[in-house]
Structure formats: C-alpha cells, structure tokens
C-alpha cells in the first residue's frame, strides 16, 4: 500500500496554548489505534520470545538510567540530543519518527516495588511525520506483568491526566499540567519520571511506537472481519476518504453494513469514528481491533507468525536489550490468555477542570485502587 509523508506544524511553546475545542475534535486517533495493534502483536511476541531475541536486538536505544543522587550533580547544560529512527526517509520509504531523548531528563532510578511485577511503559506521540519527534505523548499504557497472578494487565493512563511535571520532587512544576504534555519538555525521561512520581510507579523501560504503521500492521495479517453497524458506514467512509488522501493510498469504500472483511485503512477509520457516539464507544471499537487481530494471529502457522515477526520488525524502539526482551518473553509465556484493562484516573476518582480542561485526580484513592489492581487484589 503506497503510502506519502505528510507535514504538519507541530512547534509547541512552553506551557502550551490550549487548542479550541475543534481543532482537538479533528485530531487524528490514530495513536490509540496503534497501541491496540501493537498490544496484540505484543502478544505474538511474548509468545515466540527466542526468535524474537534474535529478530530485534536492533530496536534498542541507549537512555541513561540515573539514581536521583546522581541526577542531582549532574551537568544540565549538555545538548539535547534524539535517539533512533531513520529521519531520511518518509513513512512509505521505510522511515521512523524517531525516540526524543534528552540529556537532561535521564529516567530516574527507581527500585522495584513488588518481585513478581514488572512494568512497561508502552506510548506514541502525536506525530505526523518522521521529522515530527517532540510532540506530545498521544497515548500511554502501562503494560504490568504479574508472574504470582500469571496475569498481563494493561493500564491506559489518561492523556489529559493533571499531573505535577518534572524529574524529582523537588525539580516538580508546582503547577498542575497535562501528562501528555511531559514529552514534549523533556522527551522519554522526563514522562516516565512524571508518571512514577505522580502514581507511585516504578517504570524503568519503555517501548515507542511509530505511527506510520497502523493500517499496514492489519493488512499484514490480511485484514481483520468487525460487524459495521448501519450507522457506522458513512463515519467510517468520511475517515477512508481521509486517510486516503493523505497516505496516497486506493483504500475502497464500505458499501455495506454487516461482518465483512476490513483492510487497515478501513479499520482504522472505523476505529477512529466519534461523532455517532461517545469516546467510550470509540474506545470499544479499538478492543474490538484488537481483539480481531489477536484472533486472526493465533490461527496463523508457525511460519506465518515468524513471517509477521519479520515483517513488523523496526516498527518501535525500546531502551530493552536483547536479553531483556528474552527475559520479559519467557516469563510472560502463558499469560496472554489472562489479560485484563484498567484506566486511570477511574470513574469517581477525578473531575473536571474546564480552563485548561484537565483531569483533576484524587491521588491517594487512585494510587491506592491501582497497587490492588496490579497486585490482583479483590474486594
């Protein structure tokens, strides 16, 4: 599927001018997409964890992992410097938005807080195109891996979450600000710090995704078969018209409604529908994808899986290295039938701030409600 670069003026002033409602209203979803795609191959990959310890030794990138008193003598007048990603070429040439990593925002060293979870940091940016590095953070999960429970959970941390930005407490804005905007001030290290600082989290590593590779992701896999409601059909045309125009690409227009064959534009754009409903019907078609797509791969053969291996791999980068990869593989085998979500903030434990609009959060009820739910706790 032929697909073209596409610019877009991303320059951010610091402190962010709120956008109109509209504007945010036409914002691609593409991001979340992504990582529902990107969850279901994680699956795959878990799974096939040997050969992906040789498949993708290459996607790793160096950030610096520092303890807090270290960071505190550290030199902040260095560089800001990017690493990772083919910048050269567009999206349709084989290139990547690269993983913006500064200097100056190492992660923060944290020790884990529980020996039998582990937690991934799995996110996006808002980006449209692979010159376009240091948007904001358009969607962030937390992937838990709980070996006592055998369970994977994954934890979507609201992008317009209010949170106290900044590497250590003291360095804090003392400011509410918006958790997506974390990435833009200061890259990968600077959101991990902030999202461990604000939720009590222990997050060391991080997997980035290229958004460039949503639609081609389902077409790998031959498409995925969603039920399209009557009512859907002319939303989801209006996006495959879209997206159609901004990629190059022929994708055909749904001329029915009922089960039917879906290739990545067409998914996508179903996906991204959001003025029929609400954003929780949004959110449902995306588990749905994702759901889809997780059915469609475990019938593939050996071969074809390893086929898809190949083919998806460069598509992210992460700062864990072939062991690391080995490891977290072997000892999630098995619980990919055992995956359960989460959201933070919850329903009842934030309101509304509506200038800027920001989710206030009651921290110590969420963090509370979220180490239960990591740890399998039931009430």
């Known amino acids: 599927m032929k697909r073209r670069e596409t610019e877009i003026n991303t320059e951010y002033q610091d402190g962010f001018t709120e956008e109109p409602i509209e504007t945010k209203k036409r914002k691609k979803s593409t991001g979340k997409v992504i990582f529902r795609i990107f969850l279901a191959i994680l699956g795959l990959i878990l799974g096939c964890a040997l050969y992906f310890f040789y498949t993708f030794g290459g996607t790793?990138?160096?950030?610096?992992?520092?303890?807090?008193?270290?960071?505190?003598?550290m030199d902040l007048s260095e560089d800001d410097s990017t690493t990772g990603g083919d910048v050269s070429s567009s999206w349709a040439d084989g290139g990547h938005t690269p993983l913006y990593y500064s200097k100056k925002h190492p992660i923060i060293k944290v020790d884990q807080k529980d020996p039998d979870i582990e937690n991934i940091l799995v996110f996006g940016v808002d980006a449209r195109s692979v010159k376009d590095y240091k948007g904001r953070s358009d969607s962030m999960i937390v992937?838990?891996?709980?070996?006592?429970?055998?369970?994977?959970?994954?934890?979507?941390?609201?992008?317009?979450?209010?949170?106290?930005?900044?590497?250590?407490?003291?360095?804090?804005?003392?400011?509410l600000d918006k958790l997506n905007h974390a990435y833009h001030y200061g890259g990968v290290g600077l959101m991990i710090n902030t999202i461990n600082r604000n939720f009590d989290l222990d997050i060391q590593r991080f997997v980035m995704l290229d958004f460039g590779s949503a639609a081609d992701v389902i077409d790998l896999v031959g498409g995925i078969e969603i039920d399209v409601s009557a009512d859907e059909v002319k939303y989801a045309n209006h996006f495959i018209e879209e997206d159609n125009k901004l990629n190059g690409s022929n994708s055909p227009l749904l001329t029915s409604s009922g089960k039917q064959m879906l290739d990545g534009i067409q998914a996508v754009s179903w996906a991204r529908i959001r003025y029929l409903d609400s954003d929780f019907v949004r959110t449902s078609r995306q588990r749905t994808i994702a759901n889809a797509l997780i059915k469609k791969v475990s019938k593939m053969s050996y071969f074809k899986k390893i086929q898809l291996l190949n083919a998806s791999a460069g598509m992210f980068e992460t700062n864990m290295k072939t062991m690391d990869l080995l490891r977290v593989g072997m000892s999630a085998i098995g619980y990919t039938d055992n995956i359960d979500e989460y959201r933070v903030p919850a329903d009842g434990l934030y309101t509304v701030q509506s200038n800027p609009w920001m989710m206030i959060i009651d921290f110590d009820k969420q963090n509370k409600l979220l180490k239960d739910y990591m740890q399998g706790v039931t009430k």
């Open 143 to 175: 992937v838990s891996i709980n070996k006592k429970t055998k369970s994977i959970k994954l934890i979507s941390l609201m992008r317009d979450s209010g949170v106290y930005i900044g590497d250590t407490k003291d360095t804090a804005k003392k400011k």
């Open 60 to 73: 790793y990138v160096p950030v610096d992992i520092m303890s807090e008193q270290d960071y505190k003598t």
